[in-house]
């Protein structure tokens, strides 16, 4: 069974706590992997940018993935990538991204932020599904417009860059398009994680463009309807919080029996209160495998072909 | 009166035509450990700050990407923001355009960088062109190229009202904003201001709205020249002198003696203007293919194509008058007998100090002394460790002097600025 974390960047309390190397080593010794949910104008408390926040982790930390919440709708799918990409630099291959759908009255706040803009979508449940696929694709596809092998640093041709080996994405969506290539060398794992959190009001068709889909603690009914993604982590609450759904009750074979949910093949431990919960979780967890390489390897999932190279070639 | 003290500031050297990529000490301009090196040994000098460009597109050459310079970066907030989890002190600045940004994630991130790095935060605020770099963006080339200061000096109102936290509420020509945020107020109360103002607008752009000019002015003429003019802006701002450091962009050649580092610095330019690279150079003046003339030989003798459409993309540089300046590189290469390759490395080539340790120090000292400039962002020729012999070497001079710190006196970036 694999265990992630999911933490919100807003928390109050969270940044010292993830400033404790103690604290931190406990973390790469235990999860699998960290998301860190982004509260992109949320009212009150937007926080820390999540993608920034986990390069900070990045550089710090040794082992643990590290997936971002992004709210891709209302940002700039270029940045995206490229963000991610130096992530997976950073971490020299432990990077992911968490595709953060906005729901309830979010996407109407997140707007008012960026203002209305063309190349946006319109906040409403339909515009947002399919702007979420198109963002998907761009920064993926970014990822692949170096090859890996595209510096050659060649004297002979007094060349750095090989052009044959970088490729325009000529992305053409709905409402915007993007030309490409990255600014950014392929990232170490090729292509990051992609993962996606959903709900249980959610349409499971969202996470089509994932490798990776987190269930709210309310959505593990959803389980068995994903049978498209790769893997499926449940959310489970820790500590004191008014929420429904899966709640660990502090035992090691709790946890397991959980574990065994059909169609779910990890769980995302999500403390109500870090400061409070999470050193008592963290001290209760099973140590993970050490040095198992990229975050993909970890995972068990394939390694990412280049979309630009012919296989068969 | 006690002496003017130093400001440095480091330029990562990456995607520049100044970064030399053929040499064996050269490293890779994308793996963190370069950027960590970089990072660990101007602070162990001491530097004010870390200083990254921007280019949001790859450089273009007759309609191909660019292949001659080193391409290639990451995205600059994030490896900034990693750069704060390895370092204690130094400041981190980033260059981030107005133009494919909006203000409250922008400011946000910002906000985020200075959080995390306990105040370290710096944002040099530039512009892009709107065609070219718009092409990677939701929003295109969304805007008239006159108005783009007018949207640079609201973004930077916008930012600033974000930064010092709670509601914010912005309706203004260019944006129509609104919203809470949670992170002011900020360790240094808002990131420090870096402007490139050139043109008259950008001039009083920055009197009024930057901390910092990063400036091409290193010569001591001009240099005295273009400080004297800006510091005198700023009074009608109600801003005094010293309010807006001025630091121009530098090179540096370091050697045992005088003529070793004059070797040296020849031998830097040979490498950073290849063959190639010197064609390809003058095809942005002449605006047409030259690939079949011979680097070592003579200047062409045609003249250039002021009617086509500019060969050369994603490129800071421009030549208005593309015909006098053909007619005046023709007259210098004539004059002087140069061929191609020797007339680009003369008119490319920047402020270089060259010289001794000592020297170099001296000269820097007394750019600052004079009132040419507060300081300088000095750019090495080689990644990651184009600083190492300057810090081991210069620096120690500079504070033996008694005009640069022995060790920091403040955790911010203003700290480091204002500590005199």
Same mark, same amino acid.
């Given at each position: 069974?694999?265990?992630?974390?999911?933490?919100?960047?807003?928390?109050?309390?969270?940044?010292?706590?993830?400033?404790?190397?103690?604290?931190? $080593?406990?973390?790469?010794?235990?999860?699998?992997?960290?998301?860190?949910?982004?509260?992109?104008?949320?009212?009150?408390?937007?926080?820390?940018?999540?993608?920034?926040?986990?390069?900070?982790?990045?550089?710090?930390?040794?082992?643990?993935?590290?997936?971002?919440?992004?709210?891709?709708?209302?940002?700039?799918?270029?940045?995206?990538?490229?963000?991610?990409?130096?992530?997976?630099?950073?971490?020299?291959?432990?990077?992911?991204?968490?595709?953060?759908?906005?729901?309830? $009255?979010?996407?109407?706040?997140?707007?008012?932020?960026?203002?209305?803009?063309?190349?946006?979508?319109?906040?409403?449940?339909?515009?947002?599904?399919?702007?979420?696929?198109?963002?998907?694709?761009?920064?993926?596809?970014?990822?692949?417009?170096?090859?890996?092998?595209?510096?050659?640093?060649?004297?002979?041709?007094?060349?750095?860059?090989?052009?044959?080996?970088?490729?325009?994405?000529?992305?053409?969506?709905?409402?915007?398009?993007?030309?490409?290539?990255?600014?950014?060398?392929?990232?170490?794992?090729?292509?990051?994680?992609?993962?996606?959190?959903?709900?249980?009001?959610?349409?499971?068709?969202?996470?089509?463009? $994932?490798?990776?889909?987190?269930?709210?603690?309310?959505?593990?009914?959803?389980?068995?309807?994903?049978?498209?993604?790769?893997?499926?982590?449940?959310?489970?609450?820790?500590?004191?919080?008014?929420?429904?759904?899966?709640?660990?009750?502090?035992?090691?074979?709790?946890?397991?029996?959980?574990?065994?949910?059909?169609?779910?093949?990890?769980?995302?431990?999500?403390?109500?209160?870090?400061?409070?919960?999470?050193?008592?979780?963290?001290?209760?967890?099973?140590?993970?495998?050490?040095?198992?390489?990229?975050?993909?390897?970890?995972?068990?999932?394939?390694?990412?072909?280049?979309?630009?190279?012919?296989?068969?070639? | 009166?006690?002496?003017?003290?130093?400001?440095?500031?480091?330029?990562?050297?990456?995607?520049?035509?100044?970064?030399?990529?053929?040499?064996?000490?050269?490293?890779?301009?994308?793996?963190?450990?370069?950027?960590?090196?970089?990072?660990?040994?101007?602070?162990?000098?001491?530097?004010? +700050?870390?200083?990254?460009?921007?280019?949001?597109?790859?450089?273009?050459?007759?309609?191909?990407?660019?292949?001659?310079?080193?391409?290639?970066?990451?995205?600059?907030?994030?490896?900034?923001?990693?750069?704060?989890?390895?370092?204690?002190?130094?400041?981190?600045?980033?260059?981030?355009?107005?133009?494919?940004?909006?203000?409250?994630?922008?400011?946000?991130?910002?906000?985020?960088?200075?959080?995390?790095?306990?105040?370290?935060?710096?944002?040099?605020?530039?512009?892009?062109?709107?065609?070219?770099?718009?092409?990677?963006?939701?929003?295109?080339?969304?805007?008239?190229?006159?108005?783009?200061?007018?949207?640079?000096?609201? +973004?930077?109102?916008?930012?600033?009202?974000?930064?010092?936290?709670?509601?914010?509420?912005?309706?203004?020509?260019?944006?129509?904003?609104?919203?809470?945020?949670?992170?002011?107020?900020?360790?240094?109360?808002?990131?420090?201001?870096?402007?490139?103002?050139?043109?008259?607008?950008?001039?009083?752009?920055?009197?009024?709205?930057?901390?910092?000019?990063?400036?091409?002015?290193?010569?001591?003429?001009?240099?005295?020249?273009?400080?004297?003019?800006?510091?005198?802006?700023?009074?009608?701002?109600?801003?005094?002198?010293?309010?807006?450091?001025?630091?121009?962009?530098?090179?540096?050649?370091?050697?045992?003696?005088?003529?070793?580092?004059?070797?040296?610095?020849?031998?830097?330019?040979?490498?950073?203007?290849?063959?190639?690279?010197?064609?390809?150079?003058?095809?942005?003046?002449?605006?047409?293919?030259?690939?079949?003339?011979?680097?070592?030989?003579?200047?062409?003798?045609?003249?250039?194509?002021?009617?086509?459409?500019?060969?050369?993309?994603?490129?800071?540089?421009?030549?208005?008058?593309?015909?006098?300046?053909?007619?005046?590189?023709?007259?210098?290469?004539?004059?002087?007998?140069?061929?191609?390759?020797?007339?680009?490395?003369?008119?490319?080539?920047?402020?270089?100090?060259?010289?001794?340790?000592?020297?170099?120090?001296?000269?820097?000292?007394?750019?600052?002394?004079?009132?040419?400039?507060?300081?300088?962002?000095?750019?090495?020729?080689?990644?990651?460790?184009?600083?190492?012999?300057?810090?081991?070497?210069?620096?120690?001079?500079?504070?033996?002097?008694?005009?640069?710190?022995?060790?920091?006196?403040?955790?911010?970036?203003?700290?480091?600025?204002?500590?005199?």
């Amino acid at each position: 069974m694999r265990i992630a974390l999911g933490l919100e960047a807003a928390q109050p309390g969270l940044l010292p706590l993830l400033a404790d190397p103690g604290l931190l $080593a406990a973390i790469d010794a235990t999860a699998e992997l960290l998301t860190l949910a982004d509260g992109f104008a949320q009212p009150g408390a937007d926080g820390p940018d999540a993608l920034l926040l986990a390069n900070w982790l990045g550089a710090r930390s040794r082992q643990v993935g590290i997936l971002p919440g992004v709210a891709v709708n209302f940002l700039e799918p270029f940045h995206v990538s490229t963000g991610i990409a130096t992530l997976d630099h950073v971490t020299e291959g432990r990077a992911g991204l968490l595709v953060q759908p906005l729901r309830g $009255a979010r996407p109407a706040q997140a707007r008012r932020a960026i203002g209305p803009l063309p190349g946006f979508p319109e906040p409403e449940a339909a515009a947002l599904a399919a702007d979420t696929a198109e963002a998907i694709a761009v920064i993926r596809a970014l990822w692949d417009s170096w090859q890996d092998d595209a510096i050659i640093r060649d004297p002979v041709s007094q060349r750095f860059v090989d052009a044959e080996r970088l490729h325009y994405i000529r992305f053409q969506g709905q409402r915007f398009s993007v030309l490409g290539p990255s600014i950014t060398p392929r990232p170490p794992q090729g292509q990051p994680v992609v993962a996606i959190d959903l709900q249980a009001s959610d349409d499971p068709a969202q996470a089509a463009g $994932a490798e990776l889909v987190f269930l709210g603690a309310e959505a593990t009914a959803l389980a068995p309807a994903l049978r498209g993604a790769p893997l499926v982590f449940a959310d489970v609450l820790v500590g004191d919080s008014a929420r429904p759904g899966l709640r660990w009750d502090g035992s090691a074979g709790q946890l397991a029996a959980l574990g065994r949910l059909p169609g779910v093949a990890g769980l995302r431990l999500v403390p109500a209160d870090p400061a409070r919960d999470l050193a008592p979780l963290l001290a209760a967890l099973p140590p993970v495998r050490p040095g198992a390489g990229s975050l993909r390897q970890r995972l068990g999932l394939p390694p990412a072909p280049n979309r630009n190279i012919n296989v068969a070639a | 009166m006690a002496k003017k003290q130093v400001i440095l500031g480091a330029q990562f050297p990456g995607v520049n035509n100044f970064t030399v990529w053929s040499d064996p000490a050269a490293g890779s301009q994308i793996a963190f450990s370069s950027f960590r090196h970089f990072a660990e040994t101007v602070e162990r000098g001491k530097f004010d +700050f870390i200083f990254l460009a921007e280019g949001l597109r790859l450089r273009e050459q007759k309609g191909r990407l660019h292949e001659l310079d080193v391409a290639g970066r990451p995205n600059t907030l994030a490896v900034l923001t990693a750069l704060a989890a390895v370092t204690q002190h130094v400041g981190l600045v980033g260059t981030l355009t107005t133009t494919f940004n909006e203000p409250y994630p922008l400011a946000r991130q910002l906000a985020t960088l200075d959080l995390l790095s306990g105040g370290r935060a710096g944002w040099n605020f530039v512009t892009s062109p709107g065609a070219f770099t718009g092409a990677n963006f939701r929003r295109g080339d969304h805007l008239p190229h006159a108005q783009r200061y007018e949207r640079a000096r609201e +973004f930077v109102e916008a930012a600033r009202q974000i930064w010092r936290g709670g509601d914010f509420a912005v309706l203004s020509r260019h944006f129509d904003i609104a919203g809470r945020s949670g992170l002011g107020p900020l360790p240094q109360g808002a990131p420090v201001l870096v402007q490139a103002g050139e043109s008259d607008a950008g001039r009083e752009l920055a009197a009024s709205h930057a901390d910092v000019i990063y400036s091409r002015h290193s010569e001591l003429e001009a240099g005295r020249a273009f400080y004297a003019d800006v510091k005198g802006r700023l009074a009608r701002y109600g801003r005094r002198p010293d309010a807006l450091k001025i630091l121009p962009g530098a090179n540096f050649a370091l050697g045992d003696t005088e003529a070793e580092a004059r070797d040296k610095a020849a031998q830097i330019r040979l490498q950073q203007v290849s063959p190639r690279s010197a064609i390809t150079f003058l095809e942005q003046v002449w605006n047409r293919d030259l690939s079949a003339y011979d680097a070592e030989g003579p200047l062409p003798a045609i003249d250039p194509d002021v009617e086509a459409d500019a060969l050369s993309q994603g490129r800071a540089m421009r030549y208005d008058d593309r015909l006098a300046t053909a007619r005046k590189w023709r007259e210098i290469a004539e004059r002087d007998g140069l061929s191609i390759r020797q007339l680009v490395i003369r008119v490319t080539g920047r402020k270089q100090f060259t010289g001794t340790p000592q020297a170099v120090a001296l000269e820097i000292e007394r750019h600052v002394q004079e009132d040419a400039a507060d300081g300088f962002v000095l750019a090495p020729h080689l990644t990651p460790g184009g600083f190492d012999e300057f810090v081991a070497k210069v620096v120690p001079v500079l504070q033996d002097r008694g005009v640069f710190r022995r060790d920091y006196a403040a955790s911010t970036l203003r700290g480091h600025l204002w500590a005199a």
